[in-house]
Structures are given as C-alpha cells and as structure tokens.
C-alpha cells in the first residue's frame, strides 16, 4: 500500500543553520504530496504542497520540491529560526478529498 | 482560514465508560471529515472517514462497535470510544474538508483521551 518514510527526528539545528529533513513516497500513480507543521499545543497546520511532479511548493521560506524520479518531497529552508520549532510531517493522497497518509514526523528543535 | 476545533482537549476516564469528542468545522461546512489516532512518536493512523448524513467507512483492524462515528451535520462530527480501557489512550485528532478546497484539510487541535 501506499506509505511515507520521512528522516527521523529530532533534528537540533542553531538559528539560520540550513535544515533540510528528507521524504520518500511509495504510491502508485501520481499523489499530491504535503509538508504539514504542528507547533507545539496546536493542530496540524497545512505548510506546502505539491500536486504534480517538478512542481515546487514553497510557504514561509520552505521549499519542497516533487521529484518522481526518485519518488522524494524534501524538505528545505535556507535559514531556520527558533520559531520554526515543530514537528514536521510529510503527506500524501492519492486522489483530492481522500484521506492523508502520513509519514511518522520529525521534530525540529532550533535554539539561539 | 478554516478552523476545526475539538472538544474536549484533554479527557480522564475510567475503564469501561464511554467518552464523546467532538470536531466542529466553525467557519466552513465539511462534507467529510476524518479520524485519526496518534501514538506516542508515531504517524498520525486513519480510523475512519465520515461523510455527512451516511455511516462512516473504518480502515481495517479499526472496530466499528468500539470507535462509533456520527457525521449528523455539515459541521459535526463525534467519535465516541464506548467501554474505553487503557489500550484505547491516544491522542485523537480529527480533520475536516471544505467542500470548496478538495484537496485540502483543515486539522483540529487533537484531544488526549487518557483512561485509567
């Protein structure tokens, strides 16, 4: 079945150090992929996408770009700051409306 | 932007007794909204997916009887755990769709549910 595997946490970084946190997908066809942000005490909170290969979702200085070849969603951001402090979770589905399938997370912890 | 709330946050029972969250889409209707449970360290796993006004449709292993689902109106829907036991603890977090965005859902803030 269709799953995602993302690097695992937590990922310790100083402020404006470049971060970047890995995805890979296995689906069959063509899923739009996801980057959601859960801050701490809140609710998972949409933070890019991608709905077809080559595109490039970007929000908030992050970037991820859908590469088919290699079936990834990475995750980047030039210059972190502590209040990039989360949990990170890279997504799929298969079709729009259907429901997300989730990679396991990955905490990012950024200090000053 | 949208927002989904639950309630409660936080919820303690006692072993055998049922407990009711609630998801609310406050400023959009939601045609379908969805279960999901998260472990400690783990994904967040789909339970189930709710479409308002039919019966929810449950991922395999997840028991219908147990995890009861009700999807009455356009903006709520309530999963209710009937005889929790310890194994049921879990941080539950629902999702909603706005039936204008397909491809998008809007996630409440999750409810701990711990049973003693």
């Known amino acids: 079945g269709d799953s995602v595997t993302q690097m695992e946490g937590p990922v310790t970084l100083s402020e404006e150090a470049f971060l970047t946190i890995n995805c890979t997908y296995t689906a069959t066809g063509y899923p739009s992929l996801f980057w959601y942000v859960q801050y701490p005490g809140e609710g998972l909170q949409l933070l890019l996408k991608?709905?077809?290969?080559?595109d490039k979702g970007s929000n908030k200085g992050f970037e991820a770009t859908y590469r088919k070849e290699t079936t990834s969603f990475h995750l980047e951001k030039g210059s972190v700051q502590v209040s990039d402090s989360a949990v990170y979770f890279c997504?799929?589905?298969?079709?729009?409306?259907?429901?997300?399938?989730f990679g396991k997370g990955t905490t990012l912890s950024v200090s000053s | 932007g949208a927002v989904v709330s639950q309630h409660p946050s936080r919820v303690i029972c006692k072993s055998g007794t049922s407990v009711k969250i609630e998801c609310r889409s406050l400023?959009?209707?939601?045609?379908?909204m969805f279960w999901y449970r998260q472990f400690p360290k783990k994904s967040l796993m789909l339970m189930a997916t709710s479409n308002e006004g039919s019966k929810a449709t449950y991922e395999q292993g997840v028991e219908k009887d147990k995890f009861l689902i009700n999807h009455a109106s356009l903006t709520l829907s309530t999963l209710t755990v009937t005889s929790a036991h310890p194994e049921d603890s879990s941080f539950y977090i629902c999702s909603a769709r706005d039936r204008r965005a397909l491809d998008e859902q809007f996630f409440g803030p999750g409810t701990r549910l711990t049973v003693l």
């Open positions: 400023d959009f209707q939601a045609t379908t």
């Open positions: 997504a799929l589905t298969r079709q729009a409306g259907t429901a997300l399938i």
């Open positions: 991608a709905t077809k290969a080559d």
